[in-house]
């Protein structure tokens, strides 16, 4: 049977497409993806997003489970575990409050973990992530990534277009799309990729030339 590609919008079209087990590729370029994609081009063994404590979306998110699936990674890899939350201006308090469904997963475990500010593209400069497993915790994406595994997405990533240290937009779009590819091949599923706010005309026009992109690979001829 041929390859399928959609594009959909917000929480709720990640969590329907998990619920068909598709894999789900988060678009939030001003945010999460854009944190994610500096994470993994300093050396991040995976990455996850999850919701913040204060999160409300239409659709069931468990960012309790995303911590736990956070340490099971941590445990392959021998790895630490580094949570990104926001405020990127704020105290650590209030980072730790957005963070605590997350922590919730996270805390007992018997691995290292820290806890910083989402800074974007510039995260690296304030912790290392070589070798380790990050998650992410935001409003749009986070919660659209959590959303896509609470309802049963085999696999879920980001990708954005934005640039990080050391690349180009166009060659970050690339790797994401890359990545997500390799996770249809993994799993056996079709790719759904997500714009995290239809609000949000960066995500939306990232979200369609991503899908531009996985057409030109020959994605749809496979």
């Known amino acids: 049977m041929a390859r399928t590609l959609e594009v959909t919008f917000n929480a709720s079209g990640a969590a329907e497409a998990g619920a068909r087990g598709r894999v789900v590729c988060v678009v939030d370029v001003v945010d999460s993806s854009t944190s994610a994609e500096a994470a993994l081009s300093a050396g991040a063994v995976a990455v996850l997003g999850a919701a913040p404590a204060d999160a409300d979306p239409p659709v069931t998110v468990r960012p309790d489970a995303v911590g736990m699936r956070a340490v099971a990674l941590a445990g392959e890899h021998d790895a630490s575990v580094l949570v990104v939350a926001e405020p990127r201006v704020g105290t650590q ?21 820290e806890l910083i500010p989402n800074q974007g593209a510039e995260i690296s400069a304030l912790a290392s992530c070589e070798g380790k497993v990050v998650v992410i915790v935001s409003t749009t994406g986070g919660t659209a990534f959590d959303a896509a595994l609470a309802a049963g997405a085999p696999a879920a990533c980001f990708a954005t277009t934005a640039r990080v240290e050391g690349m180009t937009g166009r060659e970050v779009a690339g790797a994401g799309v890359t990545r997500a590819l390799a996770l249809c091949d993994l799993v056996k599923a079709d790719l759904t990729i997500v714009a995290a706010s239809a609000n949000s005309l960066d995500d939306v026009l990232a979200a369609q030339e991503l899908g531009r992109l996985v057409i030109e690979r020959g994605y749809l001829a496979r």
């Open 93 to 113: 308090e209030e980072r730790q409050e957005r963070a605590a469904a997350v922590l919730n997963g996270i805390q007992g475990a018997a691995i290292d973990w």
